[in-house]
């Protein structure tokens, strides 16, 4: 009993991970029509930011959420202003647009990992922080990982409710669904594909945050999580925000499950539910 | 109030609209009419910004905003309510109307305009709640309409109001556009219902192939042989 509590809360934090490393790519490719090759970049950044904060300078990751979460943003809104959107411009075709944007970010990718790799080496990096168990109805939990689960959550109803209930959530969201009518509402569509690029990065940036608390890093840490995040966002309905949490949670679960089996085969069985969903049910769980 | 001198238009290599002239004065309601293809929804598309003309320019209140972006010029005061309505679908019917008043200075009013358009539509208040996508047709078109007026133009474009609407809406929608005129709105609209348009505009231009050919009140477009001929089958 215990240890099937265990698997299901080690599913919930990693699958809380995932969520929150999903949900930005969704939204850039539901909106942007950007398929962020690069996303996993942007984790491995803010990851990193933690670890140089926390060793060096001795700061509470915690606190490296508003550190790392508004440079990101600014990083991710720089590069759509002046790269994606440059794309877009000179690629009039939207489709033309889908397949050259995937290219450039596969560029952005590269150039992020060999800053990274310049900056921070390849070694395996980590710190112990809040390296604790706590007990909770007699079961030992690692303290870290529950904030990280914490904020994880936390984090996409925080997301969620930017999307729902404010002006500019509505916007990106109507802009999603039509571009052209959204401009015709008085939406400033650059400034909205813009502004989503940047809050995935940020999302991206929070997710490297919290998993640098529990997990090791590395600076070829991005793709890995990339490609996770895709097979989620495909779990959960391509451009669908709580499809992508939804399906975070889920792969998250069968993570954890596969693990206490034979952690080797965790990526495997991911591609092969993947394989599976594109055959069977490529619109996701909760996609139209 | 809005002005269109010589408006070409074309797309890739066709020229769609030629040498478009027309005006419309504040407190008309102007309608355009022409044939399937003949450029209406292209000359709406021209004004409001989402596409380019090659050549002419469009005023509106004495400022060139040709050229503009389409946000732009809403923030200018005009509202177009697309051909088919292109209302959000997966947004429900509130979400539509807020987004209708999306511009800065109509959001902080976009309690008092939503009360308005609930008298207007008191069906859309009662379905508030139902996404876009699973509203009827005619539902879609009285909701397209509430969105354009939430942010409070000065000028209303209307790509076929009475699409998909029964008989007895189309006259409702109609005398709403004459109940819009006496709030202050200036109406624009384009119609398949050419008697009905003809008996409820002020004005009105005939568009064929992309060029104007006639124009003027709508008592002597009525009269006109090749009107009655070509559009009232008469
Ligand atoms: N995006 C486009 N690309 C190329 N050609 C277009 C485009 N949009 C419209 N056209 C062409 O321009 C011409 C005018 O189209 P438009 O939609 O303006 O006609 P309309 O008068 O609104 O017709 P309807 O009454 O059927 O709505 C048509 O021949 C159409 O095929
Ligand atoms: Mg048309």
């Known amino acids: 009993m215990t240890s099937i509590i265990n698997i299901l809360v080690n599913g919930l934090i990693l699958g809380g991970i995932y969520a929150l490393t999903s949900v930005g790519l969704s939204m850039q490719y539901g909106v942007a029509r950007i398929f962020n090759i690069a996303h996993g970049e942007f984790i491995m950044v803010g990851a990193f930011i933690t670890w140089m904060l926390y060793t060096s300078f001795g700061i509470n990751p915690l606190l490296c959420l508003v550190v790392a979460g508004p440079v990101l943003f600014i990083l991710g809104f720089i590069v759509h202003r002046y790269l994606f959107k440059t794309l877009k411009d000179k690629t009039p075709v939207p489709t033309a647009f889908e397949g050259n944007s995937m290219l450039l970010a596969f560029g952005i990718l590269f150039i992020i990992q060999s800053l990274g790799i310049y900056l921070w080496g390849t070694q395996i990096k980590g710190y112990s922080f809040m390296a604790y168990s706590i007990y909770l109805g007699g079961i030992r939990f690692s303290a870290n990982r529950m904030l990280i689960l914490f904020f994880a959550v936390f984090l996409c109803v925080l997301f969620y409710l930017f999307l729902t209930r404010t002006r500019p959530g509505k916007a990106i969201r109507a802009a999603a669904q039509d571009p052209e009518a959204a401009s015709l509402m008085g939406v400033d569509i650059n400034k909205m594909l813009a502004l989503c690029f940047a809050l995935g990065a940020m999302m991206a940036g929070f997710a490297g945050v919290l998993l640098s608390m529990a997990y090791q890093l590395q600076t070829n840490m991005g793709l890995p999580y990339t490609i996770i995040a895709i097979i989620v966002v495909v779990l959960g309905g391509l451009g669908s925000i709580p499809g992508s949490m939804l399906g975070g949670f889920i792969l998250g679960i069968i993570g954890s499950i596969v693990n206490t089996i034979d952690p080797g085969l965790t990526l495997a069985a991911y591609y092969l539910l993947f394989m599976i969903l594109l055959l069977v049910r490529p619109s996701g769980i909760l996609g139209r | ?234």
């Open chain 2, 1 to 234: 109030m809005l002005e269109v001198n010589t408006l070409n238009v074309s797309y890739g290599n066709v020229q769609v609209l030629w040498d478009v002239c027309l005006k419309v004065d504040e407190g008309e309601i102007v309608a355009l009419v022409g044939a399937n293809g003949a450029g209406k929804t292209t000359l709406l598309n021209a004004i409001a910004g989402l596409v380019k003309p090659a050549s002419g320019s469009v005023t509106f209140l004495g400022e060139d905003i040709t050229g503009y972006s389409s946000n732009a010029i809403v923030e200018r005061g005009i509202a177009y309510l697309p051909e088919g309505g292109r209302l959000f679908p997966d947004m429900s019917v509130l979400e539509n109307l807020e987004m209708g008043a999306y511009l800065k200075n109509s959001w902080n009013k976009r309690n008092e305009r939503l009360e308005k358009v609930y008298e207007i539509f008191p069906l859309l208040k009662e379905r508030r709640k139902q996404l876009a996508k699973t509203l009827s047709g005619g539902e879609r078109q009285m909701l397209a309409m509430g969105r354009s007026l939430m942010s409070g133009p000065k000028l209303g474009m209307f790509d076929e109001l009475s699409y998909g609407m029964a008989p007895k809406l189309v006259m409702e929608a109609f005398k709403m556009l004459e109940t819009l005129r006496d709030n202050g709105i200036t109406v624009f609209l384009i119609e398949q219902n050419v008697k009905q348009s003809l008996e409820i505009a002020d004005r009105a231009y005939v568009l064929e192939n992309g060029e104007i050919v006639s124009g003027g009140s709508c008592n002597a477009l009525l009269e006109s042989d090749h009107v009655r001929k070509a559009y009232l089958g008469l």
